[in-house]
């Protein structure tokens, strides 16, 4: 009887645990979307911010967000798929995987104001490149690689023994069993990986502040030349990203209008992480649906 | 799944032995070059820290001993002192009372996902811990700055601006980092320890504490240890709510400072290569060393736990 | 197999970005239809900038692309000059950074950006080679302290102000006002604003320990909801009524009062070039103290014309009459 009566208290609480966790983010959500969707108009996301007068945009920093998360995320996901497959399927206990191991944790535990001073004296002022995408894009890979081999190699660990052993035992090659059994399974759980981290690349304003800077120069979005001064694509630009107008508007901003369009912004931000996530996880089922079913 | 591999095993079988050598060479060559780019990203970072964290004591001759000991910290006095301990007791505070309220809801939250709820718990807790990584930690800032520290203000006593509010909105932030780490690694056990266990006739709560926790204590502590890292290195929400004093603490209702605050506080206004700038990568330094210790702790348990 | 995913995956990061610049371009084309080719423009010096400045400070160089950096307080102000100015010279690129006056000193000193804007003397700072880098006094913010409207004080003596500030005083009564505690809101140590409080409200008297904060309009929030709050902010966050502007020694906090030398709390807002300033960087800077600024932006935004000061101050702080 005892332990019955513990098993409900236990799954009371564990219910109790969800539901704070659900409340938590509804209170969040309701509280940054109440003050923030009312300034969320078409003429806010597609004009340009202005320093002073009232009524800036955020075209130029929503672009940013997301060519940024874009740049870090294709050198982020082989390198920590990759990373993630050694991890798994390679690494021998020992002192070498030891040591790999706490480099990763290592990277996972760098304050990213510390990663964010690393770049600026790296990526910006050795290299001399100034503050650029590319610099804020490497910072940001820094801290986003140790999540994307961790999510990588439990992705992998938890595909089912059975499927590689039988793999194996086909004759076929280790590689070979790693590209076409064990990434398709174990990839639903590297595309969450892979949302995890895009939002915190989305939120991350510290490490970008020092690396990709304050500012976004003119930009001619019909110009895709990448390598042209005004092209939105140049990665050698200073880019100001949603995260970090947020921050500089909020602390030093002297437009009249801070409060709504630090709210605006705020808004659009978590809007944004939203439907991405809701497209991440819909293209997911359907790769992952394409990957086991058909064929 | 087992018959898509089968298939292409069997498409497999009819390549020629050479190729599948070559791919395989290819690929572990690929595989460890990534390992290996991580490692040497480490070790810059690391050495990169190191030499810039020693400089303000081999070079600017600050006592490491007053460093690490002293409660004074007034760099630009005419007689400076340099001592960081306040600012290390207050990261180390937020870090572990962050870690006390967040580990439980993370993991609870990660068991509710697994074990009671497998079905929809999961739908609706996913997306809802993915979507709170997605809000910026100025935006998390500002909410507290906003909402918690008046609410301590005229709930508890003194100015709002405390250890508890760093604590609180720490713990929010790291509570999805523990909870999708816990959620893996509880979703990693092998069904059979479940079913073993219920068969065995055992509570669903006694194969939770007796069976899964322990099979899954190490990826848990890894998943607490990675939420601490992130509570350890956030700067700029802790900045807008800690009050950033250098006393050190009496009580949670105290304002206090972290290494992070500090560094973020003064970093763009201190010049390269002067004294304050050295002792604040002295600071990063510190914060290297203590999450390395972390890594430390949580092998050595994870490796008994193992035996 | 891991390529189609991976592909996929970029796929919707392409298609998202897509769309946005497709938004983007359709918006952003006729407010800058003529400002696009620059970079063909920009080594061969073009005299063809606009000819619309009387000042004469934009008629030449007005092409190229320079970077600036420094103090976070001054970046709203030279970003918004720097936003005006490019309207006016289609063919100019600034992009106004914050990092900090350290920062910005230790960049312009390394070359990194061509102009390192600052709130204190880079003699201040160690580490700097002062000597060569080249002052330019954009502009000139007067401060004081910030109250709480509730402590029901406006005017205060410089030695009560001191007082408050070394916790020798801790209730507002003590000074006739209402019966409330004293919290302190600082800056930080290296913080510009706080040097020249300390230095000039102050008299170099080392403050006491209380919330730290470096962003003004964090100190502003701060002050104006915590009772009994005392901080100091710059004149230009003084727009509304939710915190009170300290007159001091009977002393009205106003640009007058700073420009006659009056009023004792006041920086420059340096700009920092090293060496002589050459083409863009000093038709910018020209420009910056130019009538259209001295005059126009900086009173709109709440800076003081460091043309109309009638007394000035050297790096130790010696204030002398103009």
Redesign the interface.
Same mark, same amino acid.
């Given at each position: 009887m005892n332990?019955?009566v513990? $098993?409900r208290?236990?799954?009371g609480? #564990?219910?109790t645990?969800?539901f704070?966790?659900?409340a =938590?983010?509804a209170a969040?959500?309701s509280?940054?979307l109440f003050r923030g969707v009312p300034q969320i108009s078409w003429e806010f996301?597609?004009? +340009?911010s202005?320093?002073?007068q009232a009524g800036g945009g955020i075209?130029?920093q *929503? #672009?940013n967000s997301?060519?940024i998360?874009?740049i870090t995320?294709?050198i982020t !996901? +082989?390198?920590g !798929?990759?990373?993630g497959?050694?991890?798994a399927?390679?690494?021998k206990p020992g002192k070498v995987t030891?040591?790999?191991r706490?480099?990763?944790?290592? %990277?996972? @535990? %760098? &304050?990213?104001?510390?990663?964010g001073?690393?770049g600026?004296?790296?990526f !910006?002022?050795t290299t001399?490149w100034?503050?650029t995408i590319i610099g804020g894009a490497l910072a940001l890979t820094?801290f986003n690689?140790p999540v994307m081999?961790? !999510?990588s190699e $439990?992705?992998i660990?938890?595909v089912p023994a059975e499927?590689k052993e039988?793999?194996l035992a086909?004759? =076929?090659?280790?590689?070979?069993t790693?590209?076409?059994?064990l990434? &398709?399974?174990a #990839?639903p759980?590297i595309?969450?990986g892979?949302? *995890?981290a895009s939002?915190?690349v989305?939120?991350?304003?510290?490490a970008l502040? #020092?690396t990709a800077?304050? @500012?976004t &120069?003119?930009? $001619?979005? *019909? $110009?895709?030349n990448p390598f042209?001064?005004?092209s939105?694509l140049n990665i050698f630009r200073?880019a100001e990203t949603l995260?970090v107008h947020?921050?500089?508007v909020?602390? /030093?901003?002297?437009? +009249?209008d =801070?409060r709504e369009i630090?709210n605006g912004s705020?808004a659009v931000?978590?809007l944004?992480?939203?439907i991405? /996530?809701l497209?991440?996880?819909w293209?997911g089922s359907v790769?992952h649906k394409k990957?086991?079913a058909s064929? | 799944m087992e018959n898509k591999a089968a298939l292409s095993a069997g498409e497999r079988l009819i390549k020629s032995k050479q190729n599948r050598s070559l791919g395989e060479l290819r690929g572990k060559i690929l595989v460890t070059l990534c390992a290996l780019i991580m490692i040497t990203a480490t070790v810059a970072v690391t050495i990169f820290l190191t030499v810039k964290g020693l400089q303000s004591f081999l070079v600017n001759h600050v006592s490491p001993i007053e460093f690490l000991t002293s409660t004074n910290w007034n760099p630009l006095a005419d007689q400076p002192s340099y001592g960081a301990l306040p600012f290390i007791f207050g990261s180390l505070a937020v870090t572990f009372l962050s870690a006390l309220i967040a580990a439980p809801l993370g993991i609870g939250g990660a068991i509710f996902m697994t074990e009671i709820a497998p079905s929809w718990g999961r739908k609706v807790l996913q997306p809802v811990i993915e979507l709170l990584v997605g809000i910026p930690s100025v935006v998390y800032g500002f909410i507290g700055l906003t909402v918690l520290v008046p609410f301590i203000r005229e709930h508890g006593a003194g100015t709002g601006f405390s250890i508890l509010a760093g604590t609180i909105v720490l713990s929010i932030m790291i509570l999805p980092t523990i909870t999708t780490i816990a959620t893996d690694a509880m979703g990693a056990l092998p069904n059979s320890l479940r079913e073993g266990s219920l068969a065995l006739g055992a509570t669903r709560w006694q194969t939770i504490r007796k069976v899964l926790l322990p099979a899954a204590l190490p990826s848990l502590l890894t998943a607490v240890v990675l939420g601490m890292a992130r509570a350890f290195g956030e700067a700029l929400a802790v900045q807008m709510v800690i009050g950033n004093v250098r006393n050190l603490p009496e009580s949670l209702l105290d304002p206090s400072a972290t290494l992070t605050t500090i560094i973020t506080l003064n970093m763009g206004h201190t010049t390269y290569g002067s004294v304050e700038n050295n002792t604040l990568w002295s600071m990063g330094l510190i914060l290297l060393i203590i999450s390395f210790v972390f890594i430390l702790i949580v092998r050595y348990l994870s490796s008994r736990r193992k035996i | 197999m891991k390529k189609t995913k991976l592909l996929s995956f970029a796929a919707l990061l392409i298609l998202l970005i897509g769309i946005l610049a497709a938004c983007g371009s359709s918006n952003g084309e006729d407010q800058e239809s003529n400002g696009s080719n620059e970079t063909d423009q920009e080594t061969d010096a073009s005299q063809d900038s606009e000819s619309e400045s009387d000042e004469g400070a934009s008629a030449e160089g007005a092409s190229g692309s320079i970077t600036i950096s420094g103090s976070s307080a001054m970046q709203p102000l030279v970003a918004a000059a720097a936003e005006q100015f490019m309207s006016e010279n289609p063919e100019a690129d600034i992009q106004v950074n914050a990092g900090g006056s350290g920062t910005g000193l230790s960049e312009v000193s390394e070359g990194t950006v061509d102009i390192g804007n600052s709130d204190v003397f880079a003699e201040e700072k160690d580490g700097i080679p002062a000597d060569e880098l080249v002052d330019h006094k954009v502009a000139v913010v007067g401060m004081t302290a910030a109250v709480n409207p509730g402590v029901g004080i406006d005017d205060i003596s410089k030695e009560d102000l001191k007082k408050v500030f070394t916790g020798e005083i801790t209730n507002w009564s003590e000074l006739g006002g209402e019966d409330v505690d004293i919290t302190l809101v600082n800056r930080p140590d290296s913080s510009g604003t706080r040097a020249t409080f300390v230095n000039f409200g102050l008299d170099g008297e080392t403050p006491a320990e209380g919330v730290t904060e470096d962003s003004s309009n964090t100190v502003k929030q701060i002050v104006s909801e915590t009772e009994g709050a005392i901080g100091y902010l710059a004149f230009s966050y003084f727009t509304d009524d939710s915190v009170t502007a300290m007159a001091i020694d009977g002393v009205e906090p106003t640009d007058e009062n700073v420009q006659n030398g009056e009023f004792p709390i006041w920086a420059y807002q340096h700009s920092y070039t090293k060496g002589e300033a050459e083409g863009l960087a000093k038709t910018f800077l020209d420009y910056l103290m130019s009538d259209e600024i001295q005059t126009g932006l900086l009173p709109e935004q709440g800076y003081i014309a460091s043309t109309k000061m009638q007394v000035e101050r050297d790096a130790e702080g010696n204030q002398t009459d103009k």
């Amino acid at each position: 009887m005892n332990s019955k009566v513990a $098993d409900r208290i236990a799954t009371g609480v #564990f219910v109790t645990i969800a539901f704070i966790i659900v409340a =938590i983010l509804a209170a969040l959500f309701s509280f940054i979307l109440f003050r923030g969707v009312p300034q969320i108009s078409w003429e806010f996301l597609t004009t +340009p911010s202005s320093s002073v007068q009232a009524g800036g945009g955020i075209r130029d920093q *929503l #672009f940013n967000s997301f060519y940024i998360l874009f740049i870090t995320m294709l050198i982020t !996901v +082989p390198l920590g !798929v990759c990373g993630g497959i050694y991890m798994a399927e390679y690494a021998k206990p020992g002192k070498v995987t030891n040591f790999i191991r706490s480099c990763i944790e290592m %990277l996972a @535990s %760098l &304050p990213s104001i510390v990663v964010g001073m690393f770049g600026l004296l790296v990526f !910006v002022n050795t290299t001399g490149w100034g503050y650029t995408i590319i610099g804020g894009a490497l910072a940001l890979t820094i801290f986003n690689i140790p999540v994307m081999v961790r !999510v990588s190699e $439990d992705a992998i660990r938890s595909v089912p023994a059975e499927m590689k052993e039988a793999s194996l035992a086909l004759g =076929i090659t280790h590689w070979h069993t790693i590209k076409t059994v064990l990434i &398709p399974s174990a #990839f639903p759980g590297i595309l969450t990986g892979s949302i *995890l981290a895009s939002g915190r690349v989305f939120g991350e304003a510290a490490a970008l502040l #020092f690396t990709a800077g304050l @500012s976004t &120069p003119r930009l $001619d979005y *019909l $110009d895709l030349n990448p390598f042209s001064e005004t092209s939105p694509l140049n990665i050698f630009r200073p880019a100001e990203t949603l995260a970090v107008h947020i921050w500089a508007v909020n602390t /030093n901003g002297i437009m +009249p209008d =801070i409060r709504e369009i630090a709210n605006g912004s705020s808004a659009v931000l978590v809007l944004s992480v939203l439907i991405f /996530n809701l497209l991440a996880r819909w293209l997911g089922s359907v790769v992952h649906k394409k990957i086991t079913a058909s064929k | 799944m087992e018959n898509k591999a089968a298939l292409s095993a069997g498409e497999r079988l009819i390549k020629s032995k050479q190729n599948r050598s070559l791919g395989e060479l290819r690929g572990k060559i690929l595989v460890t070059l990534c390992a290996l780019i991580m490692i040497t990203a480490t070790v810059a970072v690391t050495i990169f820290l190191t030499v810039k964290g020693l400089q303000s004591f081999l070079v600017n001759h600050v006592s490491p001993i007053e460093f690490l000991t002293s409660t004074n910290w007034n760099p630009l006095a005419d007689q400076p002192s340099y001592g960081a301990l306040p600012f290390i007791f207050g990261s180390l505070a937020v870090t572990f009372l962050s870690a006390l309220i967040a580990a439980p809801l993370g993991i609870g939250g990660a068991i509710f996902m697994t074990e009671i709820a497998p079905s929809w718990g999961r739908k609706v807790l996913q997306p809802v811990i993915e979507l709170l990584v997605g809000i910026p930690s100025v935006v998390y800032g500002f909410i507290g700055l906003t909402v918690l520290v008046p609410f301590i203000r005229e709930h508890g006593a003194g100015t709002g601006f405390s250890i508890l509010a760093g604590t609180i909105v720490l713990s929010i932030m790291i509570l999805p980092t523990i909870t999708t780490i816990a959620t893996d690694a509880m979703g990693a056990l092998p069904n059979s320890l479940r079913e073993g266990s219920l068969a065995l006739g055992a509570t669903r709560w006694q194969t939770i504490r007796k069976v899964l926790l322990p099979a899954a204590l190490p990826s848990l502590l890894t998943a607490v240890v990675l939420g601490m890292a992130r509570a350890f290195g956030e700067a700029l929400a802790v900045q807008m709510v800690i009050g950033n004093v250098r006393n050190l603490p009496e009580s949670l209702l105290d304002p206090s400072a972290t290494l992070t605050t500090i560094i973020t506080l003064n970093m763009g206004h201190t010049t390269y290569g002067s004294v304050e700038n050295n002792t604040l990568w002295s600071m990063g330094l510190i914060l290297l060393i203590i999450s390395f210790v972390f890594i430390l702790i949580v092998r050595y348990l994870s490796s008994r736990r193992k035996i | 197999m891991k390529k189609t995913k991976l592909l996929s995956f970029a796929a919707l990061l392409i298609l998202l970005i897509g769309i946005l610049a497709a938004c983007g371009s359709s918006n952003g084309e006729d407010q800058e239809s003529n400002g696009s080719n620059e970079t063909d423009q920009e080594t061969d010096a073009s005299q063809d900038s606009e000819s619309e400045s009387d000042e004469g400070a934009s008629a030449e160089g007005a092409s190229g692309s320079i970077t600036i950096s420094g103090s976070s307080a001054m970046q709203p102000l030279v970003a918004a000059a720097a936003e005006q100015f490019m309207s006016e010279n289609p063919e100019a690129d600034i992009q106004v950074n914050a990092g900090g006056s350290g920062t910005g000193l230790s960049e312009v000193s390394e070359g990194t950006v061509d102009i390192g804007n600052s709130d204190v003397f880079a003699e201040e700072k160690d580490g700097i080679p002062a000597d060569e880098l080249v002052d330019h006094k954009v502009a000139v913010v007067g401060m004081t302290a910030a109250v709480n409207p509730g402590v029901g004080i406006d005017d205060i003596s410089k030695e009560d102000l001191k007082k408050v500030f070394t916790g020798e005083i801790t209730n507002w009564s003590e000074l006739g006002g209402e019966d409330v505690d004293i919290t302190l809101v600082n800056r930080p140590d290296s913080s510009g604003t706080r040097a020249t409080f300390v230095n000039f409200g102050l008299d170099g008297e080392t403050p006491a320990e209380g919330v730290t904060e470096d962003s003004s309009n964090t100190v502003k929030q701060i002050v104006s909801e915590t009772e009994g709050a005392i901080g100091y902010l710059a004149f230009s966050y003084f727009t509304d009524d939710s915190v009170t502007a300290m007159a001091i020694d009977g002393v009205e906090p106003t640009d007058e009062n700073v420009q006659n030398g009056e009023f004792p709390i006041w920086a420059y807002q340096h700009s920092y070039t090293k060496g002589e300033a050459e083409g863009l960087a000093k038709t910018f800077l020209d420009y910056l103290m130019s009538d259209e600024i001295q005059t126009g932006l900086l009173p709109e935004q709440g800076y003081i014309a460091s043309t109309k000061m009638q007394v000035e101050r050297d790096a130790e702080g010696n204030q002398t009459d103009k």
